[in-house]
């Protein structure tokens, strides 16, 4: 059999990403035993680099092994039990994934919905909150399939005014912008590992608060073989063993319970991203998407492309276009990647076929990269025969806006 070959690339979709070389090789350090003390220093440093993260002084910030859908299914079958009721606002797909979980948990979900590459106003929002009534707000900040943020920074604390727990999908937004979760009164908010991060999928931080631990704490289980006199067993006790928040909690403090054997590796690979991102700061790195993704949006609009979706709501990690008249959506992507390396994600449901999400996360974000990206796009799409682009003043456009 071969040797494992990997190409090079240069990935230009909203994940997963490419990866710095120090993630790459803090990830080829020795695996130590999971309750090793020189583990579990790492352990406890990368709870406090994922709370600096997410502005949060939340106790409860640790990994889901998993990948970021493990953590939100964490979070939610965690605090919905049978019957109870969840507002999901849908703004694209994801907001179709929280629905799912809900239902899967038994809730009974209550969706609003907005057309394709429209947002809520915040006002809409906390309308259906006094009209529904939920346990749980769920909605996702960074809608990746249709590249909308939807402003949330008034929800947290319209939720604890009526006595509701906020539960924050920022999967694609975590380490792209800032999302103070104290400030916003968020109670419980998920990030990314493979995308504005920049580290393999895998793992999920998340962070709670202690409103939402003393709910969830109220079906605790602690499996047969592990459990100590003090466990408790309830009626509605959490549905999952994996992602049972409960007794993560266990292992993630000093208890220690011995859950789930923790992935070494990913945890090397989460604290060192980490590091990479704060030493960066949240705010630069913000700055440095913000600022690479308003160049390339201005270059391909001067290619001839036309944006996707309302921009005063456009989220600054991806730019979504529409697939302009004589390309073929999978064939020319297709090409991209087989003769130039370079990948770029279509969509999904009614957008599959009509948008061309460009991702611009994380560490290969640079000028080098966007140009290079931007030069060879623009002249294969113009090779497809594609009319009317103007692949010379799009470059134009991004050198001057460099310059
Ligand atoms: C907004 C959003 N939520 C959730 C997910 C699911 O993440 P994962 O594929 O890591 O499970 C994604 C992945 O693309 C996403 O963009």
Not at 11 to 31: F, K
Not at 94 to 109: D, H, N, S
Request: glycine fraction near 8%.
């Amino acid at each position: 059999m071969d040797d494992l070959k990997v190409n090079k690339r240069l990935i230009m979709t909203p994940g997963p990403v490419s990866v710095d070389p120090r993630v790459s090789q803090a990830m080829s350090n020795s695996i130590l035993g999971q309750f090793d003390y020189e583990f579990v220093d790492i352990m406890n440093k990368t709870m406090e680099l994922i709370r600096k993260s997410f502005l949060t002084d939340n106790q409860w910030s640790f990994p889901i092994d998993g990948t970021s859908r493990a953590g939100l299914e964490a979070v939610i079958a965690s605090i919905v039990k049978p019957g109870d009721t969840v507002l999901v606002p849908i703004i694209g797909r994801f907001g179709y994934l929280f629905t799912e979980l809900v239902k899967r948990a038994g809730g009974i979900v209550h969706n609003i919905q907005k057309p394709m590459g429209e947002v809520f106003e915040q006002a809409e929002i906390i309308e259906a909150l006094d009209t529904v009534k939920p346990k749980v707000l769920a909605i996702v900040h960074g809608e990746t399939s249709t590249g909308r943020l939807q402003p949330i920074d008034q929800l947290g604390h319209a939720c604890k005014e009526r006595g509701i727990y906020s539960v924050v999908d920022a999967v694609a937004t975590y380490q792209g912008m800032i999302i103070p979760v104290d400030e916003w009164e968020l109670d419980a908010v998920i990030g990314g590992a493979q995308k504005c991060l920049s580290i393999p999928s895998g793992i999920t931080p998340i962070t709670f608060n202690d409103r939402f631990s003393e709910e969830i704490n109220k079906r605790k289980r602690v499996e047969l073989g592990i459990r100590s006199n003090e466990s408790t067993e309830q009626d509605h006790f959490i549905r999952s063993n994996y992602l049972d928040l409960t007794q993560l909690q266990d292992y993630w403090s000093p208890k220690r319970l011995n859950h789930h054997t923790e992935s070494t590796t990913s945890i090397y690979a989460l604290y060192t991203g980490l590091k990479i991102a704060l030493t960066e700061g949240i705010e630069a790195r913000a700055a440095r998407h913000a600022y690479h993704q308003e160049g390339l949006k201005q270059a391909l609009k001067a290619l001839g492309l036309e944006i996707f979706g309302d921009e005063t709501n456009e989220m600054k990690m991806v730019i979504c276009v529409n697939i302009p008249d004589g390309a073929d959506d999978s064939k020319f992507r297709e090409g991209l990647l087989k003769n130039y390396g370079i990948e770029i994600a279509g969509s999904f449901g009614e957008l599959q076929g009509k948008i061309w999400r460009i991702g611009i996360m994380g560490y290969a974000i640079e000028k080098q990269n966007i140009l290079t990206f931007l030069s060879i796009f623009s002249l294969y799409l113009a090779h497809q025969g594609v009319q009317n682009l103007n692949p010379e003043k799009a470059i134009d456009t991004l050198l001057a806006y460099y310059a």
